[in-house]
């Protein structure tokens, strides 16, 4: 896994502050630059010092460069581009602003990301199984019969599994959907800064903190133009701007928000154009497959999902009884490494066991892993 210093992904965790950890859990939370932490802090000072309406209006200009930058990422327009406080406050505003009916169908294959699940129930829809590939990804010959047929009220695809190397092919899923006349909707938590989201969805959302290292406490709702005039924001909303004032989808973001930790956002989005996307994507490629490789022959795990995914993402899987929460304990406590236990409760309707995730990013070197797997051996 060697450091190439001339590559351009080099840059988008050039200025990270330093560590003794190994920080192998960007799929948690990523590591933010220093200029990225230092916005936040030098936004929330501006606050203290001349009101926060007032440093908000200031700001103004970096928020619109950033909406415009992550509109060009999601493939819509800048307009279709409201912040949230989460991915979970995200998909809430869409489920709570779409043209929804209590009773209604929403797809999802089995590896959905579990606590989707769960707020489609709280919403009140049905929620139907996609019929699968071997390796976890929809089948789109199936998909097409079912929206066909049974046209559900929108198809939901995690882009990027949490729980283990898996990228779903949403640009052909949505190309499938259309042609039915439903909508696809795409949850990017993991995939933002990771793989390509533009995808042609009706409706991506994503988190600031994970793969684009990003400050916590900020998401991303992207909305397609043609559903816009479609959404359906609360009274409030209505009230505090007009519809004639801009896009309905900025009527979604909160009033009151972590406005310093936008800011930091805007601006680990420009630390990550300036890396090139595609040099980052493909980086992180090559790390979760060398990484899988690397971890294979450790004694008592085994490597979960297809070795050549196009993901940063490793799952291992306990085969000798080990506690994969006590384990990921262990391994900062007694070897300052940073992984995360992965519970069933993630993918309930495909995951039987815990696994422990590994996802460095772009700056992982081979000493990283191999400091993981000597700590993992028996």
Not at 295 to 320: C, F, H, K, N, Y
Not at 331 to 343: F, K, M, R
Request: proline residues 7%; negative net charge.
């Amino acid at each position: 896994m060697p450091l190439i210093p001339n590559e351009p992904w080099r840059m988008f965790t050039a200025a990270r502050p330093a560590t003794t950890f190994a920080h192998l859990d960007s799929a948690a939370a990523g590591r933010s630059s220093v200029e990225t932490l230092r916005a936040v802090a030098a936004h929330a000072e501006r606050e203290a010092v001349a009101g926060a309406y007032v440093a908000a209006a200031e700001a103004a200009p970096v928020i619109e460069a950033g909406r415009a930058a992550l509109a060009g990422l999601f493939g819509v327009e800048p307009g279709g581009i409201a912040f949230a406080e989460s991915g979970t406050a995200a998909l809430a505003l869409l489920l709570r602003s779409w043209p929804l009916s209590a009773g209604q169908t929403v797809a999802v294959v089995p590896s959905e990301w579990g606590p989707n699940l769960d707020a489609f129930a709280d919403r009140g829809l049905r929620v139907v199984l996609l019929a699968a590939a071997p390796d976890g990804t929809v089948d789109l010959d199936a998909l097409r019969r079912f929206v066909t047929v049974t046209p559900p009220a929108f198809v939901h695809l995690t882009l990027v599994a949490s729980h283990r190397p898996l990228v779903q092919p949403a640009a052909e899923a949505a190309a499938v959907c259309h042609e039915a006349g439903v909508p696809l909707w795409v949850d990017a938590a993991q995939a933002l800064g990771h793989v390509p989201v533009s995808c042609g969805a009706d409706a991506i959302y994503a988190v600031s903190r994970k793969w684009l290292t990003g400050p916590r406490g900020v998401g991303i709702v992207a909305v397609d133009g043609a559903w816009w005039r479609r959404l359906r924001p609360h009274a409030a909303e209505l009230d505090r701007v007009g519809l004639g004032d801009g896009s309905p989808v900025l009527l979604l973001e909160s009033f009151e928000s972590h406005f310093a930790g936008r800011v930091g956002l805007c601006n680990a989005v420009s630390e990550f154009l300036a890396a090139d996307p595609p040099a980052v994507y493909e980086r992180l490629a090559q790390v979760g497959k060398e990484t899988r490789a690397a971890l294979a022959e450790v004694p008592g795990w085994q490597v979960v999902g297809e070795t050549d995914a196009r993901s940063a993402i490793t799952a291992l899987r306990p085969t000798a009884g080990q506690n994969v929460t006590a384990v990921r304990s262990m391994l900062v406590e007694q070897h300052q490494i940073v992984t995360t236990a992965a519970l069933p409760a993630r993918a309930p309707r495909e995951m039987k066991g815990p696994y422990l995730r590994i996802s460095p990013h772009v700056d992982c070197a081979a000493q990283d892993i191999a400091r993981l797997a000597a700590a993992l051996a028996p």
